[in-house]
């Protein structure tokens, strides 16, 4: 048996190796998609040794003699398939090119990562040299038989570590767990308090407090590279120091005499970077980048980490780390509850800054997951917006569901429905059928499109402003239709606010009572009583096509329980009669 790479890289360069003389070896010529099956047969073997399929080696162990150039390309479509086909991925240790005397092999190390492990949706095992798939019976018994999924960052790891960062951690955990075992953890010596916590020696010691480094780059205004340094010990990421050297560097970059990023959701963009990074392959690749008004933090992560993606008013999670989470929510670095992307989300809001987005980028067996945060100046429109919806909803997070949806005007509701689940499906659904909300739904494009009160006061932070003539003649002529044909021509003053995408604030208020008196004196509509008017006028001459297609000069979406068109001036007409 083959213990490690470098015997069998050994040996196959000096083409001493077949596989009668390992039993944890495979050779083969040049890949197959059809060889994952045997990656699924042998790791279900349910051992912990190591395995390798070598590609590019005869069965004599000679190697066959392929090119740099086949090299690079059989790489790629191994990754590919693996990524595509192999369940859970982690089965995959490593994939790794080797020469000698220009001729190129590749070693694909796998292991049982503590779970049934499958193929192309079925799982195989090995009789002899016969693959077969393994029937569902089987794959419970196996199951039931396996410890779980394997935790990369409780596997065993002896190495140095920094004392003072360690020192830092213990102090942190013990003020956080007051009242428990751990409130003198701080009290003990390093390797006691690691000790004590449960991830001495563990590859979460590693991560934290060892010789896994993560990078800061630093950009100029045209996005050039000015520094490019490296740090070890993830845990210094997370600390006090380096979150105010972040906004002490941007806020000089934007000459600010504030910090620039929300501080809950930068410490959460950055526990996030910790705790799901995909460590398995290159350490996990964190990278912080710094823009003069924006930042990137970015790492490797698991190619189903895209399900996650901007999902912001989400609780489903994924912890693939799990004793390094234990540990980061010891010392209350994260949340495991699955609130800190709507943390992040949220803070920015409040705070007046351009929403976070999430970019996924594809590249070998893992993704790159780049989470953006935007800094610098309050935008004070986006601020107002917010704070009326907080006066018209009495529930901040019914407000910043409602104030997500116009910031994603540009996207259509299909889209935007990827990024709510759970107990913010219903309100998501609340503010898109309310016809008095900020937005409403132009369904047959699936767009959002903005009421006229938040666009005035988007573009004019005004809350009202006076209907131009043409606008106001064209909610003369769609009032009237609407009424005419579903109310008996019955009008209430708030029923043409709603028609002409105004708010209840008292300047609008003011606007729909001149508009009311003013068709009044023009014979237009006679008052019935304070409240209520009625039209006398059920000849206009309307043309209802051309002003939907006035309307939408600026589309976006809402979806209501009904196809309702909306009114030139961006409301949702009403289809039962006005109490």
């Known amino acids: 048996m083959i213990l490690t790479e470098e015997e069998l890289v050994e040996r196959l360069r000096s083409s001493s190796l077949t596989e ?17 099956k045997k990656i699924s047969a042998f790791s279900n073997r349910a051992t912990s040794d190591n395995h390798w399929l070598c590609i590019g080696v005869c069965d004599d162990g000679s190697l066959a003699g392929h090119n740099a150039s086949w090299a690079k390309k059989t790489e790629e479509i191994v990754s590919q398939h693996i990524n595509k086909f192999l369940d859970p991925k982690i089965t995959c240790l490593g994939i790794t090119c080797h020469e000698t005397v220009g001729k190129w092999f590749i070693l694909i190390q796998f292991a049982n990562p503590g779970n049934v492990v499958y193929w192309n949706n079925s799982a195989y095992k090995a009789a002899g040299t016969t693959i077969e798939v393994m029937t569902p019976d ?3 018994q196996l199951t039931v038989a396996l410890p779980g999924l394997t935790d990369f960052s409780a596997q065993i790891r002896i190495g140095d570590y920094d004392k003072g960062m360690v020192d830092g951690f213990a102090k942190t955990v013990s003020e956080r767990r007051r009242g428990t075992t751990l409130e003198s953890v701080d009290k003990l010596g390093s390797d006691d308090a690691l000790k004590r916590i449960g991830i001495r020696n ?3 010691q590693r991560i934290l407090f060892g010789d896994l480094k993560y990078r800061v780059v630093k950009y100029d205004r045209d996005g050039t590279p000015i520094s490019n340094d490296t740090y070890f010990g993830l845990f210094g990421l997370l600390t006090p120091s380096c979150l105010a050297s972040v906004q002490s560097w941007s806020r000089n970059q934007l000459g600010l005499a504030f910090d620039p990023y929300p501080l809950k959701a930068l410490k959460e963009g950055f526990a996030n970077a910790v705790a799901h990074a ?8 964190v990278i912080l980048e710094l823009f003069p008004d924006k930042l990137c933090i970015s790492n490797l992560c698991l190619p189903e980490s895209q399900y996650f993606a901007n999902k912001w008013f989400s609780r489903s999670h994924k912890t693939i780390n799990k004793v390094l989470m234990e540990a980061l929510r010891l010392a209350g670095v994260v949340d495991e509850l699955g609130r800190g992307k709507n943390l992040i989300f949220s803070d920015s809001l409040r705070s007046g800054m351009r929403p976070p987005e999430v970019v996924l980028e594809k590249g070998g067996r893992y993704g790159r997951w780049r989470l953006y945060l935007y800094g610098g100046s309050q935008d004070r429109q986006h601020l107002r917006v917010f704070h009326r919806l907080k006066e018209m909803y009495h529930d901040e997070h019914k407000a910043l569901i409602a104030h997500a949806l116009v910031l994603w005007r540009g996207h259509t509701v ?19 059928a309310d016809l008095n909300g900020p937005i409403f739904y132009y369904q047959q494009n699936d767009q959002i499109v903005l009421r006229r009160w938040v666009r005035i006061l988007l573009g004019e932070g005004k809350d009202s402003k006076q209907l131009s003539p043409v ?11 609407m009424q005419m044909d579903y109310h008996n021509g019955y009008l209430t003053p708030k029923e043409l606010r709603g028609y002409a995408g105004m708010g209840d604030t008292p300047s609008e208020v003011s606007l729909s009572s001149q508009i009311l008196k003013r068709w009044t004196t023009l014979g237009k509509i006679t008052k019935i009583k304070k409240g209520l008017y009625r039209f006398v006028l059920n000849k206009l001459v309307v043309n209802f096509d051309q002003l939907l297609n006035a309307l939408v000069s600026e589309p976006a979406p809402h979806e209501t329980a009904k196809t309702e068109q909306p009114s030139p001036t961006g409301a949702v007409p009403k289809a039962a009669p006005a109490e």
């Open 471 to 481: 606008e106001e003649e064209e909610l003369l002529e769609f009032a009237s239709k």
């Open 414 to 432: 299909s889209a935007i429905r990827q990024y709510v689940d759970g107990e913010s499906s219903r309100i998501f659904a609340e503010v898109l």
């Open 138 to 140: 089987e794959a419970m």
């Open 278 to 285: 995909a460590y398995f392959d290159g350490d996990g690749d």
């Open 20 to 36: 009668i003389d390992a039993s944890n070896v495979e050779l083969k010529r040049s890949w197959d998609q059809e060889y994952g």
């Open 202 to 204: 563990t590859n979460t």
